[in-house]
């Protein structure tokens, strides 16, 4: 089973930048797309349909704002959308898709940039999903969470890690969260699973040469439950094609959807 998962920046902008053209050539079972910025109604052109796959999606009440969407070739067995909290809820932040033997799920986790105020309703989220979390354990089927987190977990996580320590993103108190989900609950990061690698990032900054100069951070994740990690057979970042600001991130399994 490949998974693909990539936040979009704007669904519509990527389009245009040939991303669905892409998504086909990939041979995924499941794509999961964040960020939309758009609502389903407003997706009804061929192009966000591409012949094969499923579409699903959980729109943000805001227009232009968040949203998330899952595309499949296999016919879930069921859709939920939300957590039930606001923050999540009203602003389209989770999807997932249940399959016979595992559950795939699109979500984002608002950035705490912008103030104090955004830093703490991160936190706030943050909290809330650690209870949904834990509540997963307790079923018996497996789990994907894929999308962008908006942490960098490790120092191998971020450039100029050091002058960033206080910065969103890589507070003490985020890393420390998912130490949490890792270490404590038994979630596996299936990247680093496969991959050890310095200087792999799903995003970079939009200044002149942070792309070039491969100064970024990898936000985007997918984390699954312990029962999966034998499985997590390969990943990448995907840094030959641009479509946001993040790049695609693509894992095999060796799991029969």
Not at 160 to 181: I, P, T
Request: glycine residues 6%; negative net charge; hydrophobic residues 35%.
């Amino acid at each position: 089973m490949r998974v693909i998962t990539f936040n979009t920046q704007g669904i519509e902008q990527a389009a245009d930048k040939g991303f669905f053209d892409w998504m086909v050539e990939q041979d995924a079972d499941v794509v999961c797309l964040q960020n939309l910025k758009a609502r389903e109604y407003q997706l009804d052109g061929d192009r966000y349909h591409p012949e094969g796959y499923h579409s699903y999606f959980f729109d943000a009440f805001e227009d232009g704002f968040s949203g998330v969407a899952i595309y499949t070739r296999h016919l879930p067995k069921a859709i939920m959308t939300g957590l039930g909290f606001e923050q999540c809820d009203t602003q389209g932040r989770f999807i997932q898709a249940d399959f016979d033997k595992v559950s795939v799920s699109s979500l984002t986790i608002p950035s705490g940039l912008k103030s104090e105020e955004a830093q703490a309703n991160k936190m706030e989220y943050l909290e809330h999903f650690k209870n949904h979390l834990k509540k997963t354990l307790r079923k018996r089927r497996d789990f994907i969470f894929t999308g962008t987190f908006n942490i960098a977990h490790k120092p191998m996580d971020l450039s100029n890690w050091y002058v960033n320590q206080k910065v969103s993103g890589f507070l003490e108190e985020e890393r420390a969260w998912m130490d949490e989900v890792y270490d404590e609950m038994g979630f596996v990061d299936a990247f680093r699973e496969v991959n050890k690698a310095e200087r792999q990032y799903t995003w970079w900054p939009d200044y002149n040469r942070a792309w070039t100069l491969n100064e970024g951070a990898r936000t985007d994740y997918q984390v699954t439950t312990a029962n999966l990690r034998k499985s997590i057979k390969a990943a990448r970042i995907d840094r030959d094609h641009r479509f946001s600001e993040h790049c695609p991130l693509i894992i095999d399994y060796a799991v029969d959807i």
